[in-house]
């Protein structure tokens, strides 16, 4: 069920069936991301694979010295630049690899292309996703609906990108929906057809227990992507972005020219494999330790107190930098992240949407939003943030002043454009399309849950919050998920608790879903599960999401 | 595409020999050998075996990707993670970290795509021998001609014209042919086409097509004289391709490129040094266990044997650097990259095979392991004789003798084991170990070859096969370690 894992066998495969000699490896922009995030360069490049390009550069060298491993796509357009490749070859062989399911009438175009006899092997690896943890996925289709259905582009890639995921890992699994939203129910129904299409393809040794695939909708929780988050990762991608495990650092003042974009791959990186969950607070004081323990080697005497000192500290000591090229790296985002938290006083907001997510005290809540509305210091980003959370959470209160607070944000000068979405957010995700129970208002389970927590008293105010994905998965493994709200997509029913779960978030899902399920995987025994989504979300591009949606 | 490689090379590429230990820049592959030896040999270390195992578990357990190490010990781990063990009630979940899983499924369609293709290949391969023969008969019973009527009919001859009303327009351009666009054919075909489309074969090149030695492959090369030009085959766009990949296609196969043959010479190189340092460092083990199969001679010309090949290496590696891209004026870019990262390959081979080869032992290293080994077998035989003393007379005058060996054998660490004490190794000054290197798994490598040292010398058989195991253990986990490191910093891709 490691999903890194599985697409970097894969390309260990490859690199092995390929045979010794210099290699290049010939992908398409989208595998060239999916290596990417299983294999560093220096790692291949012990395996002799010296060269990567990409199948669409027209422009590439004649080296028949070298042997081609193509691995792409079976798209039209790769398919047509392939037959081209072919037909001129610029490498002596080539062994191609298609990472999803290709038509026979491809495969005989390709062959017909080949006079030369260049071609020795043409497979399916279905390495057909972004493996972000060992556990989570992303597909990389963003804005995948419109007026709340699919996009049938975006529908195609899902349901490949789907099956490349169940094909990699060998699940044939049954398959739930969340019934209250169309886009899931026809995900569901589209992968049940490629599977009996092509029975044989899924005929794998049948375990105890069936696998199961469980299908979900952004619209069901409109929240977390909508929280300022405190976790290193999930902070990251907030507040600066990951693409591809890289984040772009060249808008930070005085960055130096190496740090301009780094990586951040917990494959490679221990410092981050490490730290990936731990909270902000926490990485600084791992890097202090750090920095403590050179600094008595090193024998200075100068204080280290603040992220400050920190960044100056790493500048002044080329020694510590080269002994630990990952810790200056940590230290730089670290740095910038504390500097953006400051600026816009993200503690307070993130506070106040805390309270907003987790707790039922409405007048103090709207109280609060409003004084923060008349701070400079904010975002109108945040303002805005906040304000959808307000309709969200309150939509049907009583004393409801969501129209007061849209005032306020006009009043602040936030654009019409923005305005108008903080509404389409409240659209998206309000009571009427998430069709579920959001924050816990009617369950009295649920009721005393809440009453429990702040019974113990909260640990920390600014992690309060746990997505709704989490409770969905708590009924599940309990066999409690009802089935009226999620149905199983054919007759057959899985009796016993599930084993293996895949979950996949129509909609994108966030780092703070792949936090919650990393902890379920840890504290639950005999239970394995993975989550994907079409894309992971920061606040940026879920409004992007949502904006185009609906 | 260009861009993102030129990024890489910056990153990922440290030139120089730098020690892995310590960073430090040595000139040349020897430097290192010598300096590796010199400063961070294994030193003699003190603590007590147990205590440092459990050191070494916990280190290893702390670690995050434990299941690198040792697949059946994750493997038992991540069942225990699944709540599989026993013990009750404290049953945990399973990290994600450590799951593991065979490669996924994989649909091969080979076999329909090689039917395929040989269908069409035959047609081609056909085709292309047709026009083989035919151009054969054409060169050689051809020139030179002086009467173009003359060469006409003879060509004819060979290859049956079209009729000359077969066709209105030419098939390449589709243009109509007129009193001004005349008709023409190719006289490897015969087919129709106009004078835009001609292409044409100097005999020169058709001796090339036929014939691909060096000589006339040099020849081919040559500007065409306008003698040549005039006499040169009209030829229509088909059979020219047809002939132009005949003719690459068996150039390829009869010349190598000079990187190629240098790249394969580097392997092989590389292949045999991967054979003969295990051969070397058994040599040097039975020296150190004073073993008379070897001499130091022995270990000696194996050493310098594989020093040879490191330099060979090396020094091919760098020739490759040296070698000028064929297209000097189009984007060669790439070709340097190649020629980069082979040689970044090649310094990385060497740095990490000759952590591996063993410090030479010098004349005194010798001489105190013959010393010892000596001692040894001669205690080793008067506990047999005491023990054949014994037994011959159990009971008459046993008890003092005994005592008196025993007490003998005390000081020499080894008879009191049967007491069920135990080995434990001797002196090891862990803080030199320290010192010599921040990195954690370093100093434990370090500590155990010590131990292991001992071991072999105090002829402690199983304890040296447990050191040994672990010190395997942990050079797998340190070689981990460094590649994660180098890929960290390397980056990806750009």
């Known amino acids: 069920m490691n999903v890194i894992q599985a697409v970097k066998l894969y390309v260990s495969k490859m690199i092995e069936d390929s045979g010794p000699g210099m290699k290049v490896l010939l992908m398409d922009k989208e595998t060239i991301s999916f290596v990417s995030m299983v294999y560093a360069q220096s790692e291949v490049l012990q395996k002799e694979v010296y060269l990567f390009e990409l199948i669409g550069n027209r422009n590439r060298e004649m080296m028949k010295h070298l042997r081609a491993i193509c691995f792409v796509r079976p798209t039209e357009e790769n398919i047509e630049l392939l037959k081209e490749e072919l037909t001129i070859p610029k490498y002596g062989v080539y062994f191609i690899y298609f990472s999803n399911v290709i038509s026979k009438s491809d495969v005989k175009t390709l062959a017909e292309a080949d006079a030369q006899e260049v071609v020795r092997e043409v497979q399916e690896f279905y390495g057909d996703y972004l493996a972000i943890s060992p556990h989570a996925f992303s597909l990389s289709v963003s804005n995948c609906s419109r007026h709340s259905n699919w996009k049938s582009d975006a529908l195609k890639r899902t349901c490949e990108g789907l099956t490349a995921v169940l094909l990699s890992l060998k699940k044939c699994p049954m398959i739930r929906y969340q019934n209250s939203s169309e886009m899931a129910k026809k995900l569901a129904e589209t992968i049940k057809q490629t599977i009996s299409r092509d029975t044989s393809l899924f005929d794998f040794r049948r375990t105890d227990v069936s696998p199961l695939l469980l299908i979900l909708d952004r619209r069901s929780d409109a929240v977390t992507p909508l929280l300022n988050q405190w976790t290193y990762q999930a902070m990251v991608h907030e507040l600066l972005g990951i693409k591809n495990n890289r984040i772009d650092l060249s808008g930070v003042p005085g960055i130096s020219k190496e740090l301009q974009e780094v990586v951040l791959s917990s494959e490679q990186d221990d410092f981050y494999a490490q730290n990936l969950y731990n909270n902000f607070g926490e990485i600084g004081a791992k890097i202090k330790e750090l920095m403590d323990e050179f600094q008595k080697k090193s024998q200075s005497q100068k204080k280290i107190e603040s992220i400050a000192d920190m960044k100056a500290f790493v500048e002044n000591y080329p020694q510590f930098k080269k002994m630990s090229g990952t810790v200056s790296k940590h230290v730089t985002v670290v740095g910038e992240l504390s500097r953006i938290v400051g600026l816009h006083n993200l503690l307070e907001v993130s506070e106040v949407e805390q309270e907003l997510a987790c707790q039922t005290d409405h007048n103090e809540a709207l109280k609060r939003i409003k004084e923060l509305l008349n701070k400079d210091k904010i975002r109108n980003l945040d303002a805005c943030r906040l304000v959808a959370l307000y309709g969200l959470r309150y939509e049907n209160h009583s004393n409801s002043n969501f129209v007061g607070l849209m005032d306020a944000l006009r009043k602040r000068g936030v654009n019409s454009d923005d305005l108008h979405l903080v509404r389409k957010i409240v659209e998206y995700g309000g009571e009427r399309s998430r069709g579920g129970d959001l924050f816990g208002q009617e369950n009295t389970i649920a009721k005393t849950k809440r009453f429990f927590k702040g019974l113990k008293g909260v640990e920390n105010i600014y992690t309060q919050h746990t997505p709704k994905v989490q409770d969905t998965l708590d009924q599940l493994l309990k066999s409690k998920l009802k089935e009226g709200a999620y149905p199983y997509v054919s007759s057959s029913q899985l009796k016993e608790r599930p084993q293996d779960v895949i979950v996949f978030v129509i909609g994108g899902i966030t780092y703070e879903e792949t936090l919650a399920i990393y902890n379920i995987n840890k504290a639950t025994p005999g239970v394995r599960i993975i989550i994907g989504g079409t894309t992971v979300h920061n606040f940026q591009s879920f409004k992007e999401e949502v904006s185009s949606g609906s | ?494």
């Not at chain 2, 106009?194 to 090369?221: G, R």
């Open chain 2, 1 to 494: 595409m260009t861009s993102l490689l030129g990024r890489a090379e910056d990153a990922s590429v440290q030139e120089g020999f730098l020690c892995p230990v310590c960073l430090q820049n040595c000139d040349s592959i020897l430097q290192l050998q010598w300096h590796v030896e010199s400063t961070h040999n294994t030193g003699i270390l003190k603590s007590h075996v147990k205590d440092f195992f459990g050191k070494a578990k916990r280190f290893i357990r702390s670690g995050v990707d434990t299941d690198r190490l040792d697949g059946s010990l994750s493997h038992s781990q991540e069942h225990l993670d699944r709540g599989i063990s026993d013990d009750g009630d404290s049953y945990i979940g399973s990290d994600p970290f450590q799951w593991e899983n065979d490669l996924g499924h994989e649909r091969s369609h080979w076999e329909y795509f090689l039917t395929r293709r040989s269908q069409t290949i035959d047609k081609v391969v056909v085709e292309s021998n047709k026009l083989l023969l035919r151009l054969d008969k054409l060169v050689k019973q051809g020139p030179p001609w002086s009467d173009q009527n003359k060469r006409k009919a003879f060509e004819k001859k060979i290859v049956p014209w079209v009729e000359d009303s077969s066709s209105k327009f030419c098939r390449f351009c589709q243009e109509k042919f007129t009193l001004t666009n005349r008709k023409h054919h190719c006289r490897l075909c015969g087919k129709l086409l106009c004078n835009k489309c001609s292409f044409y074969m100097t005999y020169s090149y058709c001796e090339c097509v036929l014939n691909p030695t060096p000589s006339n492959i040099e020849a081919s090369k040559k500007e065409p004289t306008d003698e040549e030009i005039a006499h040169a085959l009209r030829v229509c766009k088909d059979c020219y391709d047809l002939m132009e990949n005949h003719k690459s296609r068996v150039q390829e196969e009869t010349s190598k490129p000079m990187v190629v043959q240098l790249y394969e010479k580097i392997s092989e190189v590389m292949e045999m040094v991967q054979k003969i340092i295990p051969d070397y460092n058994d040599v040097v083990e039975c020296l150190q266990n004073a073993g008379e199969n070897y001499t130091l001679e022995d270990a000696n010309t194996r050493r310098s044997k594989i020093l040879k090949m490191f330099d060979m290496i090396d020094s091919l590696s760098k020739k490759i650097l040296t070698l000028q891209p064929k297209d000097k004026a189009t984007n060669s870019a790439t070709t340097v990259a190649l020629y980069r990262r082979i040689r970044a390959n090649v310094v990385r081979f060497l740095q990490e095979t000759s952590l591996e080869l063993k410090p030479l032992p010098s004349e005194e290293d010798l001489k105190r392991w013959k010393d010892e080994r000596r001692t040894r077998r001669l205690e080793e035989e008067r506990k047999a004789r005491a023990q054949e003393e014994s037994k011959q007379k159990p009971k008459s005058s046993p008890v003092r003798t005994l005592t008196q060996e025993a007490l003998k054998m005390v000081p020499k660490t080894h008879g009191d084991e049967k007491v069920g004490k135990g080995w434990t190794p001797s002196s090891i000054d862990q803080a030199s170990v320290a010192a010599m290197t921040d990195d954690p798994l370093l100093q434990q490598m370090n500590i155990i070859s010590g131990y292991l040292n001992q071991a072999l010398q105090d002829g402690k058989w199983d304890e040296a096969n447990v050191l040994e195991e672990n010190l395997k253990l942990l050079q797998r986990e340190y070689r981990e370690q460094e590649k994660r490191k180098n890929a960290a910093v390397a980056g990806f891709y750009e």
